[in-house]
């Protein structure tokens, strides 16, 4: 069974200060996207990457695939209220089936 | 990107009913995914419809349970059958994005479900 582990599952932190969130498994995959949810919504694409080592820059977000595709990284530079919310990395399976594993979640808070 | 809407956006039911969630996209789309999700918790795949087939189910879903339909490109239904309160949860369907060759994935606004 693919499984993607998101580390830390909460967060709370102060606006200004930077955060990164962890997305890992034992499982290569051939693509691997980032959402954010918030309440009473679906969850919203922010960055999909494919190459391993790749990084992308979304204003303050920098994500990061492993070299290997197995794991990537969200860091948030000097986070603000609006960045509250749930993030979910997605990987998509590499071969035999045709699905999204999702990651197991982190929920953000910033404080004014 | 795609734009999905789902009706309804929530309800309340009673146990031994069933619900149909609608879905519809304002482009045609090979893949539909109906996923179930817990408050603030991540996403569990229920099944995969592609117009013209039978839904694949993941482990512990059936189609007795969760029948599906795709009648064509831009719609989905989803039923949620002899509701019990253990199936309050919220539905999400999604899509693939546009034919890009890169997989990803974008999301109606969810069904927010409670069973009385």
């Known amino acids: 069974t693919q499984l993607l582990e998101q580390s830390p599952q909460f967060l709370s932190i102060q606006e200004g200060e930077n955060l990164t969130v962890y997305c890992n498994s034992s499982?290569?995959?051939?693509?691997l996207q980032w959402y954010r949810q918030e309440p009473g919504e679906g969850p919203v694409l922010l960055v999909t990457v494919v190459t391993g080592g790749e990084v992308k820059k979304l204003k303050r977000l920098t994500f990061q695939f492993g070299d290997a595709r197995k794991d990537s990284s969200l860091h948030i530079t000097a986070a603000q209220p609006g960045d509250t919310g749930l993030y979910l990395c997605?990987?998509?399976?590499?071969?035999?089936?045709?699905?999204?594993?999702f990651g197991t979640g982190t929920r953000l808070k910033v404080l004014a | 990107s795609a734009v999905i809407s789902q009706k309804p956006s929530r309800d309340i039911c009673q146990r031994g009913t069933s619900l149909t969630i609608q879905c519809q996209v304002d482009s045609q789309v090979t893949m539909m995914f109906w996923y179930r999700q817990q408050p603030g918790q991540s996403l569990t795949l229920i099944a995969t419809a592609n117009q013209g087939s039978e839904a694949t189910y993941e482990s512990g879903f059936v189609i007795d349970k969760f029948p599906i339909s795709r009648p064509n490109l831009t719609f989905s239904t989803l039923t949620v059958s002899n509701m019990s309160p253990e199936d309050s949860s919220i539905y999400l369907c999604s899509v693939d994005g546009p034919g890009t060759g890169i997989y990803e994935q974008y999301f109606g606004p969810g069904t927010r479900l409670t069973v009385t």
């Open positions: 997605a990987g998509y399976a590499a071969s035999g089936t045709y699905k999204y594993i």
């Open positions: 499982s290569v995959f051939s693509s």
